[in-house]
């Protein structure tokens, strides 16, 4: 056992540095991706329109307003524009420690490139989803801090069914735990699979 977790160790350390090499050239065109897709699903949801957005250090402003016209009773404009800054690496900076962890386990087991591949991907998949939700919900949730500021955007939001306290309590224990621990949990994912396909695995 102590020579499995060498083995794994070694591997671990090997991946890690030019993971964190290339993560720092690559995140923040992953992260973009992630929060400007999960941002403008969650404006449209709420009848919002991105006029601008603009990348600041590790954090993406936003400059929103309302896509529908908003009148108040007597028909005059009540349109609104404003800001939202959404922080791009709430939920990815454990990417380069998962990502090492993952290769290290796959890679240190005799089974077929195929089958490693396999849990490659699908171990990566699941980190995308995890990315790509916990974004989801943290724009769902900055876009619901704005609802209160005056009752005709409270009322324009209100149209729909606003993020509520347990959405984002989902969204507090994602970004405060899970991508905490996903290095962790995506280690088990691969272990398990390991496991599963190989009665014994040799080392």
């Given at each position: 056992?102590?020579?499995?977790?060498?083995?794994?160790?070694?591997?671990?350390?090997?991946?890690?540095?030019?993971?964190?090499?290339?993560?720092?050239?690559?995140?923040?065109?992953?992260?973009?991706?992630?929060?400007?897709?999960?941002?403008?699903?969650?404006?449209?949801?709420?009848?919002?329109?991105?006029?601008?957005?603009?990348?600041?250090?590790?954090?993406?402003?936003?400059?929103i307003k309302n896509a529908l016209p908003?009148?108040?009773?007597?028909?005059?404009?009540?349109?609104?524009?404003?800001?939202?800054?959404?922080?791009?690496?709430?939920?990815?900076?454990?990417?380069?420690?998962?990502?090492?962890?993952?290769?290290?386990?796959?890679?240190?087991?005799?089974?077929?490139?195929?089958?490693?591949?396999?849990?490659?991907?699908?171990?990566?998949?699941?980190?995308?989803?995890?990315?790509?939700?916990?974004?989801?919900?943290?724009?769902?949730?900055?876009?619901?801090?704005?609802?209160?500021?005056?009752?005709?955007?409270?009322?324009?939001?209100?149209?729909?069914?606003?993020?509520?306290?347990?959405?984002?309590?989902?969204?507090?224990?994602?970004?405060?735990?899970?991508?905490?621990?996903?290095?962790?949990?995506?280690?088990?994912?691969?272990?398990?699979?390991?496991?599963?396909?190989?009665?014994?695995?040799?080392?």
């Open positions: 056992m102590q020579s499995r977790l060498l083995k794994v160790g070694i591997f671990f350390l090997l991946f890690l540095f030019p993971a964190i090499f290339g993560w720092i050239h690559i995140k923040t065109y992953y992260n973009y991706f992630i929060t400007n897709s999960m941002f403008a699903l969650s404006a449209k949801y709420y009848d919002l329109a991105i006029i601008d957005s603009k990348v600041e250090k590790n954090e993406i402003v936003f400059t908003l009148r108040d009773i007597q028909g005059n404009a009540r349109d609104f524009t404003m800001d939202m800054t959404l922080d791009m690496e709430a939920v990815t900076f454990n990417i380069p420690m998962t990502i090492s962890i993952l290769l290290a386990i796959i890679l240190s087991v005799k089974i077929s490139p195929k089958e490693r591949w396999e849990i490659f991907y699908t171990g990566f998949l699941l980190l995308f989803m995890l990315h790509m939700l916990s974004m989801l919900l943290l724009s769902l949730c900055t876009i619901k801090e704005i609802a209160n500021i005056n009752p005709y955007i409270h009322y324009y939001l209100h149209k729909h069914m606003v993020a509520n306290a347990v959405v984002c309590a989902i969204k507090d224990f994602l970004i405060n735990y899970a991508a905490r621990f996903e290095p962790f949990l995506i280690a088990f994912f691969a272990w398990y699979e390991v496991q599963r396909k190989v009665k014994k695995v040799a080392f």
